[in-house]
């Protein structure tokens, strides 16, 4: 069964501080994602990767940054946390060679409640 | 890119009976279309994906038809359940592109 665990489930920071989600799959998966989650909004992709070192913007990147040092780990960054970066980040993980072209599905981790004051 | 839209944004059912979701997209180039169930505070999970070499798929009782020319797939679930209950989503996607989610769908199934 595909693992992802993201490392806080719940997360409160302030205004202009720096924030690292860490994200963390089992499955040897090549590409990996991260979301927010927004009531009436659906799940918007941040930024995604299909391989380490590789980074690629989604729909929302404006004031995220990711990296990916190893195949198993993708972090979300936040440079200069905002109020209305306050949301549920998910972050997700598939197979696939392909990279932006794979069609397998995507596992998604817990999620973090992310609360900016 | 894909616009995904989803209706309705809640359902109610009575025990039993059956739920329908449809979802319509903007990209006749798109290509896979899964569907997720995300209960209360829990992860979203894939329950069940089509691929548009087929029309339709069905896994016990949920199945997803998909219309390429009207560009439009459903969902559907028979005899539903109190477990049933949830918010479901949508997500269309080319090949090329990202995974492109709806804005889901929150069911509630009446015991």
């Known amino acids: 069964d595909v693992k992802v665990t993201q490392s806080s489930r719940y997360l409160v920071k302030r205004t202009g501080e720096k924030v690292f989600l860490e994200c963390v799959q089992d499955?040897?998966?090549?590409?990996m994602f991260w979301y927010r989650q927004d009531p009436g909004l659906g799940l918007r992709l941040i930024y995604f990767?299909?391989?380490?070192?590789?980074?690629e913007k989604g729909d929302i990147p404006e004031g995220y940054s990711v990296s990916r040092e190893k195949k198993e780990r993708f972090s979300l960054i936040l440079e200069s946390a905002s109020t209305n970066q306050t949301s549920m980040y998910l972050c997700?993980?598939?197979?696939?060679?392909?990279?932006?072209?794979?069609?397998?599905?995507?596992?998604f981790g817990d999620g973090t409640r992310l609360s900016i004051l | 890119g894909e616009n995904v839209e989803q209706h309705p944004s809640t359902l109610s059912v009575q025990e039993g009976d059956s739920a329908v979701i449809k979802c319509t997209y903007s990209?006749?180039?798109?290509?896979?279309f899964p569907w997720y169930k995300q209960e209360l505070g829990k992860r979203p999970q894939l329950i069940i994906d089509?691929?548009?070499?087929?029309g339709e798929k069905k896994d016990q009782r949920i199945a997803v038809t998909l219309n390429k020319t009207a560009k439009h797939f459903s969902l559907h679930i028979t005899e539903t359940q109190p477990e049933d209950s949830a918010v479901y989503f949508c997500?269309?996607?080319?090949?090329?592109?990202?995974?492109?989610f709806g804005t889901g769908t929150r069911l509630t199934v009446i015991p």
């Open positions: 990209d006749s180039a798109s290509n896979y």
């Open positions: 997700a993980s598939s197979q696939g060679t392909g990279g932006r072209y794979s069609n397998q599905p995507q596992h």
């Open positions: 089509i691929r548009s070499n087929v």
């Open positions: 997500a269309a996607k080319t090949g090329a592109n990202n995974l492109f």
């Open positions: 499955m040897d998966h090549e590409n």
């Open positions: 990767s299909y391989d380490v070192k590789m980074k």
